[in-house]
């Protein structure tokens, strides 16, 4: 997933660039001479404040990212209009970096929400396992959205969760990975999506296993922070999920992009250093004409924790 890295980057390296001509050049604004009239804002509606990229090369690899373009038939065929991008330094950190965008109608991506700390898995992120408390890496779906609390203002399928509401994480379930809507446990590690409390008083579904396979980890999902690492969800501030939630739009096909600039993780445990006497192997990152040439091969971790905190300034957030 080095790609990934280069994407992030090249993305916060274009919104500092977008922001400095912006302020450089105020003639070019585009507000209009005559205010228009003044609208209630709804809280399903958030109106993005921050700058197109315009990177023609930053918005074709978001775009192969999100699966856009894609010959095949079927839902990776669907033009994704909304990615969240999930990013740490390294495979096994329990913490990384959100950021939301959204595609205009110009076909050019803008950051909508963060960048915003995110916790993961105790392990880090890699190869998803039942048992194995580690984030899925990948670009996933989202899916079915639910919540202790009330919808609030998502278009996404939505529904409250009681006590009568379960994750089924029976791999010898014919239901494994599934919501199901019952009075007792469908057995094994299923969750209780009331009881388990706060965590979930919102949250999204990150579509990792569709084919249900038993072993490969269920009950994934974006949802709110306590605080700590999960069991291998995304978990990010309250506030913040609830407005994301309001924000996706299933007609938009959202997905969800998890990605180091390291490789991940082979084993269970966490791993931050290699074998004595051997050199960790990094994946080949295709050439992209204005960004590899930039930013050359090291210092992407860096790199990056600069631009990020670069972004609440340069966005009027901080």
Known sequence: M????LVVIAVMAAIVAGA?????????????????????????????TSPSLGIPQVDGILDTLAGNGSSKPGPQASDTGQMIVVTAPKASDPTATLTAFEKGADKSWKPVFGPTKAFLGSLGMGEPKDNVYRTPEGTFALDQA??????????MPYFQATRQDWWDSNMKSPTYNTHVRQANSPGGDSENLYDAGPVYDYAV?????????????????????????????????RDVMRKILAWLDPAKHPKITIGVNAAAPTGDGPSTTAPSGTTPKTPTTPSVPGVSDILGDKGLSDLLTQLVNLIPTLLGTK
């Open 20 to 48: 400095g001509q912006a302020l450089a050049a105020p003639g070019t604004s585009t507000t209009p001479t005559s205010p228009a009239p003044t609208s209630p804002t709804t809280p399903h509606t958030p109106t993005p």
């Open 205 to 237: 579904n990150i579509a990792h296993n569709p084919q249900r396979t038993p072993g490969k980890a269920s009950a994934m999902f974006l949802h709110v922070t306590n605080g700590e690492p999960t069991m291998g969800c995304v978990a990010i501030d």
């Open 2 to 5: 080095r790609l990934l890295g």
């Open 146 to 155: 639910f919540g202790r609390q009330a919808n609030p203002g998502t278009k």
